[in-house]
């Protein structure tokens, strides 16, 4: 057989090989193709090792009990407030994100009655304080991207003092003004489920999302993926690294790309 067939045979069958490991997220709310369960247990929070998801980088857990009275941080509220884990991964295409929290979303922001909302994801490239993504998490826009020219924040100060007036700017919570980028998929589960992780009585609900990287073009490195709620009681963020995504004129490119080398090889294999 020739060199060059039996190149692209192997070549196939590494691909289909890889194909048939690679792990399929399906944004439904349901966090199994995640590799997480419901058993009660603290491996519970462990994700799939095919995703090849780095503790303190692409996922944490900070899973905690307690009532009103309970301190989360920068602020309390327990576990309705709690912001238990987040995941991030990404693939040639989108990034992932799972987040599971006690916060139902039907939770309104009403001060008067001391009640909270659910906040939206923010994205912060460059790692610098300054938020430029945002991704909405609740309402008929929900997973629409923005790049964001204000943000709203929440009741505590860099300190985790009671302080609306002067809060911590490093945990912003909703988008208040920004220019809509993209669309992608997002779910909120309305159902609580329970026997998750070792507070097996508590209650959870599931932030899962789908966001083409064609949103992010011209920005690339470490990034924080970040989200707490519109009090800003409970916060959570994790730091991935993404790859330089090419402009969209560059990606309309590189199919005449491929092909032109393909027509190239065929000249010259022979």
């Known amino acids: 057989m020739h060199k060059f067939a039996s190149a692209l045979l192997f070549a196939a069958s590494l ?26 247990n603290a491996n519970d929070w462990i994700p799939d090792p095919a995703l090849g998801l780095v503790e303190g980088v692409n996922w944490k857990v900070e899973d905690q009990t307690g009532g009103a009275n309970s301190f989360l941080n920068p602020g309390w509220g327990g576990q309705a407030y709690d912001a238990e884990a987040l ?17 139902s979303p039907d939770t309104i922001t009403n001060p008067a009655l001391n009640t909270y909302g659910p906040g939206d994801f923010a994205i912060d490239f460059g790692r610098n304080g300054v938020f430029e993504f945002g991704i909405e998490t609740t309402g008929p826009n929900a997973g629409a991207v923005y790049r964001v020219d204000q943000w709203a924040y929440g009741l505590w100060d860099v300190n985790g003092n009671h302080n609306p007036a002067n809060p911590d700017t490093g945990h912003p919570t909703s988008i208040v003004a920004g220019t809509l980028v993209g669309q992608g998929q997002l779910v909120y589960t309305t159902s609580a489920f329970k ?11 599931v932030i899962e999302a789908a966001i083409p990287l064609s949103v992010f073009a011209g920005f690339s490195g470490k990034f924080d993926v970040h989200w707490t709620m519109d009090c800003a009681n409970d916060a959570i963020w994790v730091d991935p690294e993404l790859a330089a995504v090419p402009e969209p004129g560059t990606l309309a490119l590189l199919p005449l790309g491929l092909a032109g080398l393909l027509a190239l090889r065929r000249r010259t294999a022979v």
């Open 15 to 40: 691909a289909a090989s890889a194909a048939a490991q690679a792990v399929v997220i399906t944004i439904d709310g349901n966090l199994a193709d995640w590799g997480l369960k419901r058993n009660g």
């Open 87 to 103: 995941y991030v991964h990404l693939d040639s295409s989108h990034l992932y994100i799972a987040l599971v929290t006690g916060l």
């Open 195 to 205: 026997n998750m992780g070792i507070h097996k009585n508590d209650q959870h609900y």
